[in-house]
């Protein structure tokens, strides 16, 4: 008589497992097509009129550093009259509160890098309303020596000489980079900066991002406990959402979701202004930066995203700040007022 036992599972016809196998595959295609992490807004809600902007050597830079370019930057760009009014009205129009304008790198003592005294004059003349914090600093271990105690003391005197000097700037921003997770002298110069400051100066840096799976960099992410020692001692931190290595759209537009609440939840407890920095800039042959994936328009619909997560603005939220003024567009700064600022109030 037959045998009526069922047949084993081993046994199923392979069409069966190959069969399964396509149908999940294909539920996996149609979940990533479905998926949406971004988000479109364009009635200004995230907007405060308190936004940032990286600016180029040549605002502050003295005649030496025009004269390194060897002619490839024209200094009358940036010290006529009518650039600098034209340039006013510019970041008026787009919302933009604080200007971080180039002043690195330091010399390899610690002295902050000359500007020129009677441009810095005009350029806070005409700047009158907005931030100016000029942005000092270097690269790590290359520059800047955060571990050395003489390096430490001279980058302090001459960074505060600086500020004495033009008592309307508004601070400094300090950007030294790449900056590893934890580095406690980091931490100390910071707080020597902060001690020999005026209150009423800003102390604002270029801070990084936390850890992400697809960029396994540690000089370039910081830890929430890193995070948060650091916005204990500074005034603001304006972070540097980019440079992912990250190759498709939807995946830097979820991250920069996901970096937005966790910059923000990760500074909540302290007094520190936040900003969340967007890419505008093209360095496609780096390989740490693809200028299709990351770019104003996708930064912006995951920093759209992340805000829409909370049922009101963190208090300690200020804005967005671009990177870069010397690479945006006409294109670029029309995409910057339609997604992001308050097209009504300007």
């Known amino acids: 008589m037959p045998s009526t036992a069922t047949r084993p599972h ?11 196998g396509l149908l999940f595959l294909m539920g996996l295609w149609v979940a990533w097509i479905c998926y949406s ?34 002619g490839r930057v024209a200094k009358e760009a940036f ?19 604080y200007v971080y304008p180039h002043v690195c790198p330091c010399r390899s003592n610690g002295e902050v890098a000359a500007i020129d005294r009677e441009q810095a004059a005009r350029f806070l003349d005409k700047l009158e309303g907005h931030e100016v914090l000029p942005w000092i600093g270097g690269v790590f271990e290359l520059q800047a020596w955060p571990d050395d105690q003489e390096w430490r003391a001279t980058f302090v ?25 934890g580095n ?63 190759e498709h759209e939807k995946l830097y537009i979820g991250l920069m979701k996901s970096w937005t ?11 520190t202004e936040v900003l969340l920095g967007l890419p505008a800039y093209d360095d496609s042959d780096s390989g740490y930066h693809h200028p299709q994936v990351e770019n104003l328009g996708t930064a912006l619909s995951g920093l759209h995203a992340g805000l829409s997560a909370f049922d009101t603005l963190p ?22 007022r339609t997604g992001f600022i308050s097209n009504l109030s300007r």
């Open 10 to 20: 081993f046994l199923r016809p392979p069409w069966r497992t190959i069969y399964g």
């Open 157 to 181: 005197d001459s960074a505060i000489r600086l500020v004495a000097d033009h008592p309307r700037f508004a601070g400094l921003h300090v950007n030294i980079e790449p900056m590893p997770d």
């Open 79 to 97: 010290r006529r009259d009518e650039e600098l009014s034209a340039f006013a009205s510019k970041l008026q129009a787009n919302g933009i509160r």
């Open 261 to 271: 609440v966790e910059c923000l939840d990760w500074t909540i407890s302290t007094r």
């Open 315 to 336: 208090a300690h939220y200020a804005g967005a700040s671009i990177y870069s003024e010397w690479v945006m567009d006409t294109t670029e700064w029309q995409q910057w």
């Open 37 to 70: 992490p971004g988000l479109v807004v364009v009635d200004g809600r995230h907007d405060l009129g308190r936004n940032g902007l990286w600016l180029q050597h040549g605002w502050l830079g003295d005649d030496a550093w025009f004269e390194r370019q060897d």
């Open 184 to 246: 406690a002298e980091y931490l100390q110069l910071l707080q020597e900066l902060r001690a020999e400051l005026p209150r009423d100066k800003m102390l604002s840096i270029a801070a990084y991002p936390p850890p992400t799976i697809f960029q396994r960099v540690p000089d370039v992410h910081w830890s929430e406990g890193y995070i948060r020692e650091v916005a204990s001692i500074v005034d603001q931190m304006v972070f540097m959402m980019y440079d992912t290595a990250i």
